[in-house]
């Protein structure tokens, strides 16, 4: 479930307090007096079994006394009463409650999480949804609902808050209070027994009253919908999200360096990003990133991380320079041009360079003059100007003089984003003001303005990302998941943890990821006989399915370079680790090639699998240090090589592998492509629970993991029935709908759902139809479609829409035509739209995609599929009609009919 019935919790016309009490200091008498004072024009009736009114309003003895079925029902009694006096209320019609109890299965009570399963199933009849159990409650200021037990209500604004903590409500409730921030909605959240945080992302990405949405998170529910959720929220506005517990103390033993990496924190962090939300760390920048976002103008480019400095101190200019570079920005280069401007505006003494120095007596004149010319220094992409108060300047004329010559810079459409930051408190005070009034961001110390504008980087970079066009994968032959699946089965059946080495790499060979050849022996006189087959040099390591560390009990030898060599360090291996690990098994050694790549850099490529998030992707730098260097990066799959790009740059061995002094770039075209076969591994393989590629050599001439380790999973944990991509958080390209159609005169077209890299191919799609058929399809005059319209036709979520194209059977890398539903996030939904190109029309193309992709909206469950019809455009009206749609005529505009296709 997701946004149904979420108006009857914010939009309410009717209220019913359950549990108003007059006791002193107890839940109900706080609940009745917020909501009494709140100013809600409406009806709100208080059910107290004994008292005759409270707050001065009748009172009811139970529900079945209620005048009216309230919209919203607020409940604070005892645990054992909330389940039948939902059920009274969803009878009754009511459609939404927040229930502010607690006991219904915190901290592991067995007669709680009982009481939470009677909860849910007397709602779930009446599809009436519940905030809570265990919350604070909640606050919409708009429409004067205080419907919470916190100390203080928020004030009105545009700000949705949603938190599972209760006590975060009311530390952000004074906080916000004494800065003048609102609230469109405030909502504690408690346990999640139903209303979750996908919900409310869903509900809130279309509110337009709110502008941005901040998050405090400590856990997800359901991390596909809560993906799906996020990122069609972040499109559309700002999400913020401060997670709880980032240091928790769960990650305690890791059975491989993967598992010691790729801790909880990190994989919520990759979720977060790849969601396209900021996370940030402190209520203070939290409010302070909303706010940057709110009032900087938007910066243009992901990578646009230079910053000029203006000042009147030299010493704010290096912490602001030192802020800057820890946080991954650069100082702007300033062009000659630029600085000739500035010698030109400015004493001979000013700093000739970035930062800025104007000198302490700078006047507003100097100030304006100086950032005249940044704002038109190409190659710088925000300004900070600052101010320290002296006594022969007045730091509100300063102000001043930087408030009309932003304001000049934007009338001729130079729309830089320009931070202030002006230090002291009382003399600081005014030009705080001044500047808040003209909405441009102001801080108090050079540290929080840098902060800020590493914000609006990170945010631009997370939105890009989300719409890049993303480069094709090269054709290849598909992965062996049966070949790779038999190897993992036959390790359950023997009752494996691990797989062995020489099996792991069969199964990285089975997906395209390079490995170097290994083969096996059962003792020395074996290992001696395959190193001969192999040729010298060789590696020798010891083959036990119960040492995973290898070389931490001395099992690996390089470079050996004779048979003597081999004989005498397997024998003294083998004595090691009888010493080291007396129970182990020995299977024998692992005698692999020598792979000899000097100057190839040591990486790490690794697989596990999160409680909540599911299968995560490893990158970084690696060898034996691994842990120490703790150089990483985590993303969540399924990848495309844009997003194995990023997940690389991430990380510091990234500048390593562009190349450095004579040393040639890596080929990171081959890593990506070994992290994109990793991602859809684990989309293939629910067997798998963990992957470490430790060393993956990577040069100029590409990749190849010297060592490989599975883990696997017992068979009992694997459920045949389920798909292994349910495992992930997003769901990944759906093989499955690949297929192909006939065309009416024969023709045979391969259709498959779109991808991302068919960005171009989708632009050239619309390049090919007629300005009337643009016309048709777009309801207005439209020359082509751009990028990023481009891009969201292309970069979908799969969980939620679906677009299957038709190729050009000549030039498979050509479409013809696209037909594509969106789903609402209740799954029960979607509306259509085709293209076909103009030159093919009259084929039966569109006919066909239309066909398909309703046959599979039938198959996922949707109840209908509708759209909007020109009633000019024949053509689809009269497809509508042999595929079984209702038609109507808009009542709004008689120009349109709106068609429905109902299911079952």
Known sequence: MSVRNLDRLFKPTSLALIGASKRADS?????????????????????????????????YRSVGELPIAPDLAVICTPPDSVAGL????????????????????????EAGAERRQRLLDAARPYTLRLVGPNC???????????????????????????????????????????????????????????????????????????????????????????????????????????????????AKAASSHTGALAGSDAVYDAAFRRAGALRVYTLEELFDAAET???????????????????????????????????????????????????????????????????????????????????????????????????????????????????????????????????????????????????????DTPERAVRAFMHLVRYRRGQEELLETVPSIPEGERPDSEAARALLRAAQAEGRAW?????AKRLLECYGIPT???????????????????????????????????????GVVLDLESEAELRSHGEAML??????????????????????????????????????????????????????LRDKAIGLPPLNLGLARSLMAETRVHRLLSGYRDTAPADLDAIALAL???????????????????????????????????????????????????????????????????????????????????????????????????RLRFFAPRAEIGHESAARMTQIDYDREMALVGLDPDDPAQILGIARIAADPDGRTAEYAVAVRSAIKGRGLGYLLMRRILAYAERRGLKEVHGDVLTENRRMLQICNDLGFERSLDPQDHQVVKVVKRFG
């Open 27 to 59: 839940v109900g008498r706080v609940v009745a007096r917020n909501l009494f004072k709140g100013g809600f024009d409406g009806p709100i009736m208080p059910v107290h079994p004994k008292h005759a009114a409270i707050e001065g309003t009748l009172a």
């Open 86 to 109: 939902i059920d009274e209320l969803g009878a009754r019609g009511t459609r939404a409650a927040v229930v502010i109890t607690a006991g219904f299965g915190e901290g592991g009570s």
């Open 136 to 250: 604070v409650g909640v606050q919409l200021p708009r429409l004067g609902i205080d419907a919470s037990f916190s100390h203080a209500a928020a004030a009105p604004g545009d700000l949705a808050f949603l938190t599972q903590s209760g006590a975060m409500v009311t530390a952000m409730l004074d906080w916000a209070g004494s800065r003048s921030i609102g609230f469109s909605h405030v909502v504690s959240l408690g346990d999640m027994a139903d209303v979750d945080f996908g919900d409310l992302l869903d509900y809130l990405a279309l509110d337009p009253g709110t502008r941005a949405i901040l998050l405090y998170v400590e856990g997800v529910t359901q991390a596909r919908k809560f993906m799906s959720a996020c990122r069609a929220a972040a499109r559309a506005k700002p999400v913020i999200v401060i997670k709880g517990g980032r240091h928790a103390e769960g």
């Open 293 to 443: 976002l709110a009032t900087a103008a938007p910066i243009r480019r992901s990578q646009a991380d230079r910053l000029a400095i203006l000042t009147n101190g030299g010493g704010l200019g290096v912490l602001a320079t030192d802020a800057l570079i820890d946080q991954g920005g650069r100082l702007a280069e300033l062009a000659p041009e630029t600085l000739q401007a500035l010698d030109a505006a400015l004493p001979a003494t000013w700093s000739h360079g970035n930062p800025v120095d104007v000198i302490g007596d700078a006047p507003g004149s100097r100030y304006a003059e100086a950032l005249e010319a940044l704002l038109g220094d190409p190659g710088t992409d925000a300004v900070l100007v600052m101010n320290c108060p002296t006594a022969v300047a007045d730091s509100a004329e300063a102000a001043g003089a930087v408030i009309d010559t932003v304001r000049a810079a934007r009338g001729r459409q130079v729309r830089r984003p320009v931070f202030t930051a002006w230090l002291g408190d009382r003399a600081a005070r005014e030009s705080r003001q001044l500047f808040a009034a003209n909405r441009l961001p102001t801080y």
């Open 499 to 503: 797989l062995t080495e020489p099996e």
């Open 516 to 554: 170097v050849r290994t083969l096996t022996a059962a003792g020395v006189d074996e290992a001696a006989a395959v190193a001969g087959e192999l040729g010298y040099p060789v590696a020798l390591k010891i083959l036990s399915p119960d040492i995973t560390h290898k070389s931490d009990i001395g």
């Open 575 to 628: 004595r090691r680790a009888r010493e080291a690990k007396p129970d182990a098994r020995l299977d024998g050694f692992s005698v692999q090639e020598m792979c000899r790549r000097p100057g190839a850099l040591e990486l790490i490529l690794g697989l596990i699998e999160d409680r909540q998030f599911g299968p995560a992707i490893l990158f970084g730098q690696g060898g034996t240090a691994v842990e120490v």
């Open 676 to 774: 994109v076969r990793l991602s859809e591994l684990a989309a293939e393989l629910a067997e798998v629970a963990e992957v470490d590629i430790n060393p993956l050599l990577a040069d100029s001439r590409g990749v190849v993991a010297l060592d490989a380790r599975v883990k696997v999973k017992p068979s009992v944990e694997v459920d045949p029935g389920v798909s292994p991509a349910a495992r992930l958080a997003i769901r990944p390209y759906p093989r499955s709908l690949e297929q192909s159609g006939e065309l009416l005169d024969g023709t045979t077209v391969r259709i498959r759902p779109v991808r991302p890299e068919d960005e171009p191919a989708i632009q050239e799609l619309y390049r090919h139809l007629t300005p009337e058929d643009m």
